[in-house]
């Protein structure tokens, strides 16, 4: 018998034998629902939890690697606001010594420029000596009436002349002993002076420690907050991180630049030294031998860097006694005045081949032979590049330190993210999975509702509590995940 | 301690000869000339040619240039040859005279009455086989109409694995505009020979694009 038979329920009559079918069905589906709604409930919330925990994992880890980078960090700027007042403390003691060591001279000219004009002083305050009391005396007596005797009158006319002539000679030392006064206050003014320039230089040397001051006190309220580890301490150190990463990255690039400068200048003339039609797998030896040159003048600065202790990615270099550190700031600064040698040298061969090879190519084209170019600048320009260069390599380290330390902190914050990303991921998927399970029951609902009308109709509402009780269950569980 | 020398030393030069790529990058090509009574006024567009090949071969690439006459399977064909040095500046040098040889062979060029075309692929074959070119090319400056003298076995299947064959400047003969099919026909011809022994085959007549001529 074969299914369209089957379903030919009544003969002859094909809507009919559908319509029972369907009801069939319809009865067959609705005496499974509470069992298909189980099972639909069933997978959405082991699919739902199964991403719940997921998610849940991947927020543990996320908070894992964010407090690793909040420790890495604060670690980080502690130990840099460390030595920033370590450094601070030495350049007030620098400035400590310098100007207290000048301070016994100072004090010296203070005190002796003084000491002039104490002296000086003492001197002008000496007051002239006044006119002696007889002179009253002899004055009053010579203004005495005569009284018509003519020896009298001569006596008095004497007495007066004398009087007249005191008081002249008095008058005279007065003017003279005030001039005196006044040439030695004079005097006095260079002193005044240099007095008053010395304590300028006095002040300027207090206001200089005590901007210092200032410095290391702010430094000291940062260090304070990292070492109580707050947010501010930490967004701050996160941001400067996220700055240097930057600058860094860009000082790289142009670095970067000058290295394909680098590699083109030597590329050509190393052909002549290890020939140009060997090749080392896909590329041309002369190309990576020129490259390996640069690699080298690249890690002869980071060597150099490290030995002269301005970055600090090998530590082992950096703990060397420092004889031997000596010893290697030697030979790595040689190994580097040799390459920038090589390199210069490879400059002017490089010149001389491409203008050899650019006559070959007027020839070959049978153009008119231009009259080739007899400037040396081109030449002593690419030389001097191909000297300075391997220099200005060598201080790739300290952006590259900078780079280094900084990613870490990059790196951190968009791994945090990423896994931030993916737990929210998870947690759609699980919601996606439990309204789907809801959705699947609505459609089964929707498929039997005629039998669900008749239940309506006799009241049964058994089956109707039990559902609800699967959703609540369900939003519950939802509730609790989204509270947390 | 001299067994650890010996150790680290044999690691190294293992490590060494894992590195070192034994496919050859170098080109070769040998070129031959047409220098038949009607095609040999063509010689002066095969000097550009050469010249430009000349410009672009680098450092430990091959180059021969041949004429194609009435028995061309021979040494004394051969206008040039050279492998060019390692090192640029010497490169240079060997292409200056490349380049005078090939001048003096334009001025004193002469016609021959017969073109065998097959027996200078077969030198040209033998001579990119010595070289051992990573690319072996073989230029045929032609109008690719064979004529042999009486008695000369040319009609044998050539071994062509790994060149790549192009054909440049065909020019049409006067039969080949009374039939122009005579020429398509030609063309195939050879076009199926070289590719039957196991070549690659491309005809170029437009001289102005002679960046296609080494192109892969």
């Not at chain 1, 074969?2 to 009919?16: C, D, G």
């Not at chain 1, 008749?454 to 369900?474: A, F, P, R, S, Y």
Request: proline share 3%.
């Amino acid at each position: 018998m074969s299914f369209a038979q089957m379903l030919n329920i009544w003969p002859h009559s094909p809507a009919l034998s559908l319509i029972i079918a369907l009801l069939g069905a319809v009865f067959l589906l609705y005496l499974a629902r509470t069992p298909m709604h189980k099972a639909i409930f069933s997978i959405s919330r082991v699919t739902h939890n199964g991403f719940r925990i997921m998610a849940r994992s991947v927020v543990f880890a996320e908070k894992k690697v964010v407090e690793r980078n909040r420790e890495v960090l604060l670690t980080a700027g502690k130990r840099a606001a460390e030595q920033s007042i370590e450094r601070e403390f030495h350049r007030v003691d620098a400035a400590v010594r310098r100007d207290m060591s000048g301070y016994p001279g100072l004090q010296r000219v203070l005190a002796d420029q003084i000491a002039h004009i104490d002296e000086d002083y003492r001197e002008s305050t000496q007051l002239p000596v006044p006119p002696p009391d007889w002179v009253k005396a002899v004055e009053t007596l010579a203004k005495l009436p005569s009284k018509g005797d003519k020896w009298v009158a001569n006596i008095l006319g004497e007495i007066h002349k004398t009087a007249v002539a005191q008081y002249k000679n008095a008058m005279e030392e007065y003017h003279n002993a005030c001039s005196k006064r006044h040439s030695l206050l004079d005097k006095m003014m260079p002193y005044w002076r240099k007095l008053t320039q010395t304590l300028d230089q006095v002040d300027k040397r207090i206001i200089g420690l005590h901007e210092r001051t200032k410095v290391v006190d702010s430094r000291m309220t940062e260090y304070e907050e990292i070492q109580k580890k707050t947010d501010t301490a930490a967004d701050m150190l996160r941001a400067s991180s996220i700055t240097q990463f930057f600058i860094a990255g860009f000082v790289l690039l142009v670095a970067i630049g000058g290295a394909v400068i680098n590699f083109n200048l030597i590329a050509l003339p190393m052909s002549e030294m290890v020939g140009g039609g060997s090749y080392i797998g896909q590329f041309k030896t002369s190309n990576i031998a020129a490259l390996v040159i640069i690699l080298v003048e690249l890690a002869m600065g980071l060597y150099l860097m490290e030995s002269l202790r301005i970055t600090h990615l090998f530590p082992i270099i950096g703990q060397m006694d420092d004889k031997m550190r000596t010893r290697m700031i030697w030979a790595t600064f040689a190994i580097l005045l040799i390459l920038a040698g090589v390199e210069s040298a490879l400059a002017f061969m490089r010149d001389r081949i491409a203008a050899d090879m650019q006559a070959l190519r007027q020839a070959l084209s049978s153009a008119e032979t231009a009259q080739p170019t007899t400037s040396w600048i081109p030449t002593v320009g690419q030389m001097v590049l191909g000297f300075i260069l391997p220099f200005a390599l060598a201080f790739v380290a300290i952006p590259l330190e900078s780079f280094v330390h900084s990613s870490r902190t990059l790196v951190g914050v968009a791994m945090a993210a990423f896994l931030r990303a993916i737990a929210f991921a998870l947690r759609l998927l699980g919601n996606i999975a439990y309204y789907l399970g809801e959705f699947f029951v609505n459609i089964y609902d929707v498929l039997i509702f005629p039998a669900l009308w008749v239940e309506n109709l006799i009241g049964n509402k058994e089956h109707q509590t039990e559902i609800k009780n699967m959703t609540d269950i369900n939003d519950i569980v939802v509730k609790e995940e989204g509270s947390q | 301690m001299k067994k650890l020398l010996t150790f680290s030393l044999a690691f190294i030069l293992l490590f060494l000869s894992g590195c070192v790529d034994t496919t050859s990058h170098s080109q070769g090509v040998y070129m031959l000339i047409d220098s038949s009574g009607t095609y040999q006024q063509e010689v002066k567009k095969a000097q550009a040619i050469i010249n430009y090949l000349l410009g672009t071969l680098q450092p430990g690439d091959s180059l021969a240039v041949a004429r194609i006459d009435s028995a061309s399977f021979s040494e004394k064909d051969i206008i040039s040859k050279m492998t060019f040095d390692n090192r640029p500046s010497v490169t240079n040098r060997q292409k200056r005279l490349f380049k005078q040889k090939i001048d003096e062979f334009v001025a004193t060029v002469k016609g021959s009455s017969y073109t065998d075309i097959t027996g200078g692929i077969v030198q040209a074959v033998e001579y990119l086989n010595e070289t051992g070119s990573g690319k072996k090319h073989v230029l045929i400056f032609s109008d690719l109409k064979e004529e042999l003298v009486k008695g000369h076995i040319r009609d044998f299947p050539i071994q062509l694995s790994g060149c790549r064959v192009v054909a440049l400047n065909v020019t049409k003969l006067r039969s080949d505009n009374v039939d122009p099919r005579e020429y398509y026909k030609r063309v195939e011809a050879w076009q199926a020979r070289v590719e039957s022994g196991g070549g690659s085959w491309r005809a170029l007549n437009d001289l102005e694009r002679l960046d296609a001529i080494l192109a892969d």
